[in-house]
Protein backbone atom coordinates (compact mmCIF):
# COMPACT_ATOMS: atom_id res chain seq x y z
CA UNK A 1 0.00 0.00 0.00
CA UNK A 2 1.11 3.40 -0.90
CA UNK A 3 1.45 6.26 1.53
CA UNK A 4 -1.11 8.83 0.78
CA UNK A 5 -0.19 11.33 3.59
CA UNK A 6 3.26 10.16 5.07
CA UNK A 7 6.57 11.39 3.33
CA UNK A 8 9.78 10.71 4.66
CA UNK A 9 9.41 12.93 8.00
CA UNK A 10 5.56 12.34 8.76
CA UNK A 11 2.83 14.44 7.41
CA UNK A 12 4.00 17.93 6.60
CA UNK A 13 2.59 21.24 4.10
CA UNK A 14 1.19 24.61 4.24
CA UNK A 15 -1.05 25.52 6.97
CA UNK A 16 -4.75 25.57 5.61
CA UNK A 17 -4.21 23.78 2.95
CA UNK A 18 -4.89 19.82 3.05
CA UNK A 19 -3.89 17.78 5.15
CA UNK A 20 -2.28 20.29 7.59
CA UNK A 21 -6.13 21.76 8.55
CA UNK A 22 -7.76 20.98 11.87
CA UNK A 23 -10.38 18.77 10.78
CA UNK A 24 -7.78 16.73 8.98
CA UNK A 25 -4.85 16.76 12.26
CA UNK A 26 -8.02 15.66 14.48
CA UNK A 27 -8.68 12.71 12.43
CA UNK A 28 -5.06 11.88 12.07
CA UNK A 29 -4.94 12.00 16.06
CA UNK A 30 -8.16 9.77 16.23
CA UNK A 31 -6.76 7.43 13.34
CA UNK A 32 -3.04 7.33 15.44
CA UNK A 33 -5.07 6.62 18.60
CA UNK A 34 -7.25 3.57 17.23
CA UNK A 35 -3.66 2.26 16.25
CA UNK A 36 -1.64 2.72 19.05
CA UNK A 37 -4.52 1.90 21.92
CA UNK A 38 -4.78 -1.39 19.84
CA UNK A 39 -0.73 -2.45 19.99
CA UNK A 40 -0.95 -1.64 23.70
CA UNK A 41 -1.64 -4.28 26.87
CA UNK A 42 -5.31 -4.37 27.10
CA UNK A 43 -4.59 -4.05 30.88
CA UNK A 44 -3.16 -0.52 29.93
CA UNK A 45 -4.34 2.81 29.05
CA UNK A 46 -2.38 4.42 25.55
CA UNK A 47 -0.54 7.67 26.63
CA UNK A 48 1.09 10.08 24.41
CA UNK A 49 3.50 12.86 24.35
CA UNK A 50 2.83 15.83 22.31
CA UNK A 51 5.40 18.83 21.69
CA UNK A 52 5.63 20.95 18.87
CA UNK A 53 7.56 23.89 17.90
CA UNK A 54 7.41 27.68 17.97
CA UNK A 55 4.87 28.33 14.72
CA UNK A 56 1.61 30.45 15.51
CA UNK A 57 0.08 27.36 13.98
CA UNK A 58 1.45 25.00 16.40
CA UNK A 59 -1.44 25.92 19.32
CA UNK A 60 -4.19 24.92 16.60
CA UNK A 61 -2.86 22.05 15.68
CA UNK A 62 -1.43 20.91 19.19
CA UNK A 63 -6.18 20.92 20.33
CA UNK A 64 -6.92 18.83 16.83
CA UNK A 65 -4.63 16.03 18.22
CA UNK A 66 -4.99 16.38 21.51
CA UNK A 67 -9.12 16.46 20.55
CA UNK A 68 -8.55 13.18 18.12
CA UNK A 69 -6.51 11.47 20.54
CA UNK A 70 -8.87 11.90 23.62
CA UNK A 71 -11.61 10.76 21.26
CA UNK A 72 -9.89 7.41 20.73
CA UNK A 73 -9.22 6.97 24.55
CA UNK A 74 -5.77 7.75 24.87
CA UNK A 75 -4.70 10.14 27.46
CA UNK A 76 -2.00 13.14 26.68
CA UNK A 77 0.41 14.40 28.02
CA UNK A 78 1.37 18.43 26.72
CA UNK A 79 5.01 19.77 26.84
CA UNK A 80 4.57 22.97 24.68
CA UNK A 81 7.53 24.00 22.81
CA UNK A 82 10.11 21.52 22.33
CA UNK A 83 13.03 20.46 20.20
CA UNK A 84 11.95 17.24 17.86
CA UNK A 85 14.59 14.78 19.79
CA UNK A 86 13.67 15.60 23.12
CA UNK A 87 9.67 14.10 22.11
CA UNK A 88 11.66 11.21 21.48
CA UNK A 89 13.81 11.22 24.47
CA UNK A 90 10.72 11.91 26.91
CA UNK A 91 8.52 9.57 25.09
CA UNK A 92 11.04 6.52 25.96
CA UNK A 93 11.79 8.37 29.81
CA UNK A 94 8.46 8.19 30.83
CA UNK A 95 7.77 4.89 29.57
CA UNK A 96 4.69 6.53 26.93
CA UNK A 97 2.96 4.34 23.91
CA UNK A 98 4.34 7.32 21.53
CA UNK A 99 5.24 10.70 21.15
CA UNK A 100 4.46 13.60 18.53
CA UNK A 101 5.96 16.58 17.39
CA UNK A 102 4.13 19.34 15.28
CA UNK A 103 6.85 21.01 13.39
CA UNK A 104 7.81 21.72 9.90
CA UNK A 105 11.66 21.83 10.81
CA UNK A 106 13.66 23.93 8.81
CA UNK A 107 10.85 24.85 6.78
CA UNK A 108 9.12 28.82 7.05
CA UNK A 109 6.69 29.47 9.62
CA UNK A 110 3.93 28.90 7.37
CA UNK A 111 4.49 25.33 7.14
CA UNK A 112 3.94 23.02 9.35
CA UNK A 113 3.47 19.35 9.92
CA UNK A 114 2.73 15.71 12.50
CA UNK A 115 5.46 13.14 12.91
CA UNK A 116 5.51 10.31 15.44
CA UNK A 117 7.49 8.38 17.62
CA UNK A 118 7.73 5.04 18.70
CA UNK A 119 8.07 4.34 22.49
CA UNK A 120 11.35 3.39 21.46
CA UNK A 121 12.18 6.81 21.03
CA UNK A 122 12.26 6.15 16.68
CA UNK A 123 9.93 6.85 14.22
CA UNK A 124 7.86 4.37 13.75
CA UNK A 125 7.87 1.35 11.76
CA UNK A 126 6.31 1.54 8.10
CA UNK A 127 3.90 -1.26 8.55
CA UNK A 128 2.29 1.67 11.85
CA UNK A 129 2.31 4.20 9.65
CA UNK A 130 0.22 2.46 7.00
CA UNK A 131 -2.26 1.06 10.05
CA UNK A 132 -2.46 4.45 10.84
CA UNK A 133 -3.16 5.87 6.99
CA UNK A 134 -5.95 2.58 6.45
CA UNK A 135 -7.67 4.04 9.78
CA UNK A 136 -8.08 7.42 8.61
CA UNK A 137 -10.68 5.74 6.13
CA UNK A 138 -12.87 4.79 9.14
CA UNK A 139 -15.56 6.93 10.84
CA UNK A 140 -14.70 9.03 13.69
CA UNK A 141 -16.47 7.25 16.69
CA UNK A 142 -16.01 8.79 20.11
CA UNK A 143 -15.45 7.10 23.32
CA UNK A 144 -18.07 7.46 25.93
CA UNK A 145 -17.38 9.63 28.64
CA UNK A 146 -15.85 6.95 30.72
CA UNK A 147 -13.47 6.18 28.20
CA UNK A 148 -12.64 9.28 27.18
CA UNK A 149 -8.81 9.96 27.38
CA UNK A 150 -7.62 12.75 29.93
CA UNK A 151 -4.78 15.46 29.01
CA UNK A 152 -2.23 16.94 31.66
CA UNK A 153 0.58 19.02 30.90
CA UNK A 154 4.28 17.82 32.12
CA UNK A 155 5.72 20.72 34.09
CA UNK A 156 9.31 19.69 34.00
CA UNK A 157 10.13 17.99 30.51
CA UNK A 158 12.31 20.94 29.84
CA UNK A 159 14.71 20.22 33.05
CA UNK A 160 14.00 16.34 32.82
CA UNK A 161 15.48 16.96 28.54
CA UNK A 162 18.66 19.60 29.57
CA UNK A 163 20.01 16.86 31.86
CA UNK A 164 19.49 14.46 29.43
CA UNK A 165 21.82 16.58 27.07
CA UNK A 166 24.58 17.21 29.73
CA UNK A 167 25.18 13.40 30.29
CA UNK A 168 25.86 12.93 26.73
CA UNK A 169 29.27 15.08 27.62
CA UNK A 170 31.19 13.30 29.99
CA UNK A 171 31.24 14.85 33.55
CA UNK A 172 35.19 14.72 33.75
CA UNK A 173 34.91 17.18 30.91
CA UNK A 174 33.84 20.80 30.90
CA UNK A 175 33.64 23.83 28.49
CA UNK A 176 35.03 26.51 31.18
CA UNK A 177 36.86 29.31 28.97
CA UNK A 178 34.58 29.05 25.57
CA UNK A 179 32.14 31.83 24.22
CA UNK A 180 29.96 30.31 22.01
CA UNK A 181 27.58 31.23 20.17
CA UNK A 182 23.67 29.83 19.85
CA UNK A 183 21.88 30.39 17.24
CA UNK A 184 18.33 28.19 17.62
CA UNK A 185 16.63 29.77 15.13
CA UNK A 186 13.63 31.64 17.15
CA UNK A 187 12.47 27.64 17.60
CA UNK A 188 11.62 24.92 19.73
CA UNK A 189 15.83 24.83 21.69
CA UNK A 190 15.32 28.49 22.42
CA UNK A 191 14.46 28.01 26.17
CA UNK A 192 17.20 24.26 25.91
CA UNK A 193 20.06 25.25 24.30
CA UNK A 194 21.67 28.31 25.74
CA UNK A 195 21.23 26.32 29.29
CA UNK A 196 22.76 23.02 28.01
CA UNK A 197 25.83 24.88 26.86
CA UNK A 198 25.83 27.45 29.78
CA UNK A 199 25.71 24.79 32.69
CA UNK A 200 28.32 22.83 31.48
CA UNK A 201 30.64 25.95 32.30
CA UNK A 202 30.72 28.23 28.64
CA UNK A 203 30.05 31.64 28.27
CA UNK A 204 26.80 31.92 25.94
CA UNK A 205 26.22 34.16 23.76
CA UNK A 206 22.42 33.45 22.91
CA UNK A 207 21.06 34.47 19.61
CA UNK A 208 17.44 33.38 17.77
CA UNK A 209 15.74 33.12 20.87
CA UNK A 210 13.08 35.22 21.04
CA UNK A 211 9.96 33.48 18.58
CA UNK A 212 7.01 35.19 18.22
CA UNK A 213 5.18 32.47 16.41
CA UNK A 214 6.45 34.01 12.91
CA UNK A 215 9.94 34.09 12.77
CA UNK A 216 10.97 30.32 12.96
CA UNK A 217 14.06 30.22 11.06
CA UNK A 218 13.72 33.77 9.42
CA UNK A 219 17.60 34.55 8.57
CA UNK A 220 18.37 32.76 11.30
CA UNK A 221 19.55 28.70 12.39
CA UNK A 222 21.44 25.95 10.57
CA UNK A 223 19.49 26.87 7.12
CA UNK A 224 20.96 30.83 7.50
CA UNK A 225 24.52 29.78 9.19
CA UNK A 226 25.75 32.90 7.52
CA UNK A 227 24.21 34.82 10.74
CA UNK A 228 25.80 32.32 13.15
CA UNK A 229 29.01 33.89 11.09
CA UNK A 230 28.89 37.26 11.30
CA UNK A 231 27.90 36.67 15.22
CA UNK A 232 30.84 34.62 16.08
CA UNK A 233 33.42 37.14 14.43
CA UNK A 234 31.09 39.84 16.54
CA UNK A 235 30.91 38.49 19.86
CA UNK A 236 35.05 37.15 19.21
CA UNK A 237 33.58 33.64 20.22
CA UNK A 238 36.06 30.85 20.80
CA UNK A 239 32.78 28.99 18.33
CA UNK A 240 29.01 29.18 16.99
CA UNK A 241 26.42 26.74 16.85
CA UNK A 242 23.33 27.28 14.72
CA UNK A 243 20.39 24.95 15.12
CA UNK A 244 17.23 24.26 12.96
CA UNK A 245 13.36 25.11 14.14
CA UNK A 246 12.90 21.55 15.71
CA UNK A 247 16.42 21.29 16.90
CA UNK A 248 17.46 18.25 15.21
CA UNK A 249 19.77 19.91 12.70
CA UNK A 250 23.40 21.55 14.03
CA UNK A 251 26.00 23.56 11.99
CA UNK A 252 28.64 25.47 13.57
CA UNK A 253 31.75 27.87 12.90
CA UNK A 254 35.08 28.76 13.90
CA UNK A 255 36.54 31.48 15.56
CA UNK A 256 37.22 32.98 12.11
CA UNK A 257 33.16 32.81 11.15
CA UNK A 258 34.56 29.69 9.05
CA UNK A 259 31.48 27.18 9.21
CA UNK A 260 31.61 23.28 9.17
CA UNK A 261 28.34 21.41 7.91
CA UNK A 262 26.82 17.76 8.65
CA UNK A 263 29.59 15.94 6.74
CA UNK A 264 32.82 17.68 8.64
CA UNK A 265 31.07 17.56 11.53
CA UNK A 266 30.59 13.77 11.49
CA UNK A 267 34.05 13.42 10.63
CA UNK A 268 34.85 14.72 13.55
CA UNK A 269 33.22 12.68 15.55
CA UNK A 270 34.07 9.71 14.17
CA UNK A 271 37.85 10.19 13.87
CA UNK A 272 37.60 11.23 17.42
CA UNK A 273 35.41 7.97 18.74
CA UNK A 274 37.87 6.04 16.23
CA UNK A 275 41.02 7.78 18.43
CA UNK A 276 39.43 7.86 21.79
CA UNK A 277 36.58 4.82 22.26
CA UNK A 278 37.63 2.14 20.06
CA UNK A 279 35.16 2.68 17.48
CA UNK A 280 33.71 -0.18 15.46
CA UNK A 281 31.45 -0.19 12.68
CA UNK A 282 31.69 2.22 10.03
CA UNK A 283 29.68 5.63 9.20
CA UNK A 284 26.22 5.93 7.40
CA UNK A 285 26.11 8.87 5.27
CA UNK A 286 23.61 9.96 2.35
CA UNK A 287 23.97 10.26 -1.61
CA UNK A 288 24.32 13.75 -0.79
CA UNK A 289 27.03 13.63 1.59
CA UNK A 290 30.37 14.61 0.19
CA UNK A 291 33.38 12.78 -2.14
CA UNK A 292 35.56 14.57 0.44
CA UNK A 293 33.95 12.81 3.53
CA UNK A 294 34.23 9.56 1.91
CA UNK A 295 38.06 9.49 0.92
CA UNK A 296 38.85 11.42 4.92
CA UNK A 297 37.12 8.01 6.62
CA UNK A 298 38.66 5.70 4.00
CA UNK A 299 42.22 6.90 5.11
CA UNK A 300 41.72 6.18 8.52
CA UNK A 301 40.17 2.79 7.62
CA UNK A 302 36.87 3.62 8.68
CA UNK A 303 34.13 2.44 6.08
CA UNK A 304 31.55 4.64 4.75
CA UNK A 305 28.03 3.74 2.91
CA UNK A 306 25.29 5.70 1.74
CA UNK A 307 21.46 5.39 2.41
CA UNK A 308 18.92 7.65 0.67
CA UNK A 309 18.20 11.14 1.68
CA UNK A 310 16.71 11.52 4.84
CA UNK A 311 17.54 10.33 8.58
CA UNK A 312 14.96 7.53 8.25
CA UNK A 313 16.72 5.67 5.21
CA UNK A 314 20.27 6.76 7.39
CA UNK A 315 18.67 5.11 10.99
CA UNK A 316 17.71 1.89 9.30
CA UNK A 317 21.07 1.55 7.46
CA UNK A 318 22.54 1.76 10.65
CA UNK A 319 20.58 -0.59 12.39
CA UNK A 320 20.93 -2.81 9.66
CA UNK A 321 24.72 -2.61 9.80
CA UNK A 322 24.89 -2.48 13.63
CA UNK A 323 26.91 0.54 13.46
CA UNK A 324 26.29 3.85 15.60
CA UNK A 325 27.00 6.80 13.81
CA UNK A 326 25.68 8.28 10.99
CA UNK A 327 24.56 11.69 9.64
CA UNK A 328 23.56 14.03 6.28
CA UNK A 329 25.53 17.01 5.08
CA UNK A 330 22.54 18.84 6.15
CA UNK A 331 23.46 18.78 9.98
CA UNK A 332 21.66 16.08 10.56
CA UNK A 333 23.72 13.60 12.98
CA UNK A 334 22.60 10.54 14.46
CA UNK A 335 24.74 9.21 17.56
CA UNK A 336 23.59 6.43 18.64
CA UNK A 337 24.88 5.33 21.71
CA UNK A 338 23.53 8.79 22.77
CA UNK A 339 20.52 8.92 21.19
CA UNK A 340 17.45 7.13 19.63
CA UNK A 341 17.38 9.94 16.82
CA UNK A 342 19.36 12.78 15.02
CA UNK A 343 19.80 15.38 18.00
CA UNK A 344 21.62 19.14 17.01
CA UNK A 345 22.25 19.89 21.04
CA UNK A 346 24.22 16.40 21.44
CA UNK A 347 25.77 15.89 18.34
CA UNK A 348 27.43 19.87 18.95
CA UNK A 349 28.51 18.63 22.18
CA UNK A 350 29.97 15.57 20.76
CA UNK A 351 32.10 17.47 18.63
CA UNK A 352 32.91 19.98 21.32
CA UNK A 353 34.14 16.48 23.54
CA UNK A 354 36.35 15.93 20.42
CA UNK A 355 37.59 19.58 20.62
CA UNK A 356 38.24 19.82 24.34
CA UNK A 357 39.57 16.47 25.02
CA UNK A 358 41.81 16.12 21.86
CA UNK A 359 43.23 19.93 22.57
CA UNK A 360 42.29 20.58 19.02
CA UNK A 361 40.49 23.51 16.96
CA UNK A 362 37.48 22.82 14.86
CA UNK A 363 39.82 23.85 12.09
CA UNK A 364 42.25 21.04 12.72
CA UNK A 365 39.82 18.54 13.64
CA UNK A 366 38.21 18.45 10.80
CA UNK A 367 40.83 19.50 8.64
CA UNK A 368 41.16 15.94 7.13
CA UNK A 369 37.90 16.53 4.98
CA UNK A 370 38.52 18.31 1.51
CA UNK A 371 35.18 19.20 0.21
CA UNK A 372 34.39 18.87 -3.37
CA UNK A 373 32.31 21.57 -4.59
CA UNK A 374 28.85 20.51 -4.88
CA UNK A 375 26.12 22.76 -6.11
CA UNK A 376 22.55 21.97 -5.62
CA UNK A 377 19.42 23.41 -7.57
CA UNK A 378 15.99 22.77 -6.36
CA UNK A 379 13.68 22.83 -8.81
CA UNK A 380 9.91 23.68 -8.31
CA UNK A 381 7.19 21.79 -9.87
CA UNK A 382 3.58 21.22 -10.08
CA UNK A 383 3.44 17.69 -9.17
CA UNK A 384 6.06 15.05 -7.62
CA UNK A 385 7.53 13.05 -10.63
CA UNK A 386 10.67 10.91 -11.95
CA UNK A 387 12.70 13.20 -13.80
CA UNK A 388 14.97 10.29 -15.24
CA UNK A 389 11.60 9.17 -16.81
CA UNK A 390 12.12 11.91 -18.91
CA UNK A 391 14.40 12.44 -22.37
CA UNK A 392 15.77 15.72 -22.46
CA UNK A 393 16.96 15.42 -18.94
CA UNK A 394 18.19 12.10 -19.11
CA UNK A 395 20.30 13.58 -22.10
CA UNK A 396 21.44 16.43 -19.82
CA UNK A 397 22.75 14.00 -16.96
CA UNK A 398 24.29 12.04 -19.26
CA UNK A 399 26.73 14.68 -20.88
CA UNK A 400 27.38 15.93 -17.25
CA UNK A 401 28.36 12.50 -16.25
CA UNK A 402 30.69 11.66 -18.97
CA UNK A 403 32.29 15.36 -18.58
CA UNK A 404 32.88 14.74 -14.71
CA UNK A 405 34.09 10.87 -15.66
CA UNK A 406 35.08 9.59 -12.10
CA UNK A 407 35.64 12.26 -10.49
CA UNK A 408 32.26 13.78 -9.66
CA UNK A 409 28.69 12.33 -9.61
CA UNK A 410 25.03 13.85 -10.65
CA UNK A 411 22.01 13.00 -7.92
CA UNK A 412 18.37 13.88 -9.07
CA UNK A 413 15.79 13.17 -5.81
CA UNK A 414 12.64 14.52 -5.34
CA UNK A 415 11.85 16.08 -2.20
CA UNK A 416 10.34 13.98 0.55
CA UNK A 417 9.20 17.11 2.23
CA UNK A 418 8.54 19.82 -0.59
CA UNK A 419 7.02 19.96 -4.23
CA UNK A 420 10.63 20.30 -5.92
CA UNK A 421 13.55 18.69 -7.63
CA UNK A 422 16.68 18.70 -5.98
CA UNK A 423 19.04 18.60 -8.61
CA UNK A 424 22.88 18.14 -7.12
CA UNK A 425 25.97 17.99 -9.06
CA UNK A 426 29.62 17.01 -7.90
CA UNK A 427 33.26 17.87 -9.14
CA UNK A 428 36.65 18.72 -8.69
CA UNK A 429 36.02 22.62 -10.59
CA UNK A 430 33.14 24.58 -9.37
CA UNK A 431 33.07 26.30 -12.77
CA UNK A 432 32.25 22.91 -14.41
CA UNK A 433 29.76 21.93 -11.66
CA UNK A 434 27.64 24.76 -11.31
CA UNK A 435 27.72 24.61 -15.65
CA UNK A 436 26.31 21.19 -15.55
CA UNK A 437 24.21 21.78 -12.29
CA UNK A 438 22.41 24.64 -13.95
CA UNK A 439 22.18 22.77 -17.52
CA UNK A 440 20.43 19.81 -15.80
CA UNK A 441 18.30 21.90 -13.72
CA UNK A 442 16.58 23.73 -16.73
CA UNK A 443 15.96 20.02 -18.41
CA UNK A 444 13.87 19.36 -15.32
CA UNK A 445 12.05 23.06 -15.37
CA UNK A 446 11.44 23.10 -18.84
CA UNK A 447 10.16 19.06 -18.14
CA UNK A 448 7.86 19.80 -15.30
Known sequence: MARKYFGTDGVRGKV???????????????????????????????????GK??????????????????????????????????????????????????????????????????????KLPDETELAIERALDQPLKCATSTDIGKAHRVDDAAGRYIEFCKSTFPTRLDLRGMRIVVDCAHGAAYHIAPHVFHELGAEVVPLGVEPDGFNINDRVGATHSETLSAAVREHKADIGIALDGDGDRVIMADPTGRLYDGDQLLYVIASHYRAHNGFEGGVVGTLMSNLGLEHALGKLDIPFARAGVGDRYVLEMMNERGWELGGENSGHIVCLDKHTTGDGI????????????????????????????????????????????????????????????????????????EPVIRVMVEGQRREQVQRWAESIAAAVREAA
Open 53 to 122: DTRVSGYMLESALEAGLSAAGVDVLLVGPMPTPAIAYLTRALRLSAGVVISASHNPYDDNGIKFFSRHGA
Open 346 to 417: VSALQVLRALVEGKSTLANAAGAVTLYPQVLINVKVRQRFDPRENAAVRAAVTQAERDLASSGRVLLRASGT
Open 16 to 50: GEPPITPDFVMRLGYAAGKVLAAEQDPTERASVLI
